[in-house]
């Protein structure tokens, strides 16, 4: 009885806190680069919680900005399973690669024709930098 006691706890342990054993899947990830250093960012968002930026440890993602998140990449997934390549425009400062389990996006601060859900991740990823990651530019 004791030994199964004990390896009941050590599975609880194993699995984590949330029990499912398995990581959360990624919803994107936003590499965004720019002329100045700050502007040169990777962010990935996890469906658990989380975002890592610039490789670094996994912050948690306040719950607003999760939901939003989740909402951007449904947003996202017809856009990226084209693989949607906008030019920059002559005066762009930055550039952004959207990576989606369904493919990917590209395009800049400035790129004609951008649906509205880029322009959404842009904000939601300047937020997120700053707030979150407390890397300004």
């Known amino acids: 009885m004791r030994a199964r006691v004990l390896a009941a706890g050590l599975a609880v342990l194993t699995l984590g806190p949330a029990g499912c054993g398995?990581?959360?899947?990624?919803?994107?990830?936003?590499q965004r680069s720019g002329a100045d250093r700050n502007a040169n960012v990777n962010l990935v968002v996890n469906d658990g919680g989380t975002v890592s930026c610039n490789r670094g440890t996994p912050i948690a993602l306040p719950g607003p900005q999760l939901l939003a998140a989740r909402d951007l990449a449904r947003r996202l997934e017809q856009e990226a399973t084209l693989s949607i390549d906008l030019p920059p425009a002559h005066n762009s400062i930055?550039?952004?690669?959207?990576?989606?389990?369904s493919g990917s996006v590209a395009f800049s601060d400035t790129s004609a024709g951008k649906p509205h859900s880029f322009d959404r991740l842009v904000q939601f990823s300047q937020d997120v930098i700053e707030g979150v990651c407390k890397i300004r530019r």
């Open 22 to 30: 398995y990581a959360q899947p990624d919803l994107f990830e936003v």
């Open 94 to 101: 930055l550039r952004y690669k959207v990576v989606t389990p």
